[in-house]
């Protein structure tokens, strides 16, 4: 299975900041086929389920805020929040789909300062 | 509105057995595969399971392999997860999650939409 790492496990930003989350896979998950990064970024607040943020690496999902993106290739993806609102004080997971034993993560929780 | 329902959790023992079920609505569900994803309290999400949209094809995490059954009745909208043989090491809130592709992998892709969960206890 392609293991999933985050960093940092936890971060604290102020109010308006920017906060960046990094996920690193053991192996590539892009797809010289297609030209995509089988990569999806998730925020869970406490108590919900997790939500879908981004897919294929830098693809917003339908009503998320602009500030959320995505970016990298290959072994090496960020999330970046770009002015941080107390709203998005979560738990961030990446997830790998390019192989089958679809891993996750071990999530970056993100706090105000 | 997508809505998937989750029901089935509850408390066993262990060597116990417990059957989860996942009623969906919204969406054209033999069109998609769908998953099980569990999360132990305090800890990660970990991906259990999938089959896909025709039920012909299943998979499953080495930790569940042998122990745990996927199952879908497309007539009936909904997605079973059969646990047998449960472990102290299988309590976590247990996720059904839609696929976010609708011609994708049978084995899963990434997750649009995901349930409220159900809560598994295994314990004696």
């Known amino acids: 299975d392609i293991v999933m790492t985050q960093s940092p496990d936890s971060l604290a930003v102020s109010l308006g900041e920017r906060a960046t989350i990094n996920c690193k896979s053991s192996?590539?998950?892009?797809?010289?086929?297609?030209?995509?990064?089988?990569l999806a970024w998730y925020q869970q607040k406490p108590g919900q389920p997790p939500k879908l943020l981004i897919h294929w690496a830098s693809t917003r999902e339908s009503g998320v805020p602009d500030r959320f993106s995505g970016s990298g290739s290959g072994t090496d993806f960020t999330l970046t929040i770009n002015s941080l609102q107390a709203e998005d004080v979560a738990v961030y997971y990446c997830q790998q789909y390019y192989t089958s034993g679809l891993t996750f993560g071990g999530g970056t929780k993100v706090a105000i300062k | 509105e997508v809505q998937l329902l989750e029901t089935g959790g509850g408390l066993s023992r262990p060597g116990g057995s417990l059957r989860l079920s996942c009623a969906a609505s919204?969406?054209?569900?033999?069109?998609?595969?769908m998953s099980w994803v569990r999360q132990a309290p305090g800890k990660g999400l970990e991906w259990v399971s999938a089959i896909s949209g025709s039920g012909s094809h299943t998979y499953y995490a080495d930790s569940v392999k042998g122990r745990f059954t996927i199952s879908r009745d497309n007539s009936k909208n909904t997605l079973y997860l059969q646990m047998n043989s449960l472990r102290a090491d299988d309590t976590a809130v247990y996720y059904c999650?839609?696929?976010?592709?609708?011609?994708?992998?049978?084995?899963?892709?990434?997750?649009?939409?995901w349930g409220q969960g159900t809560l598994v206890t295994v314990s004696s």
């Open positions: 192996q590539s998950v892009f797809s010289s086929s297609n030209n995509k990064n089988y």
């Open positions: 919204g969406f054209t569900f033999s069109n998609y595969a």
């Open positions: 999650a839609k696929d976010g592709l609708f011609t994708g992998h049978d084995r899963g892709d990434y997750f649009d939409y």
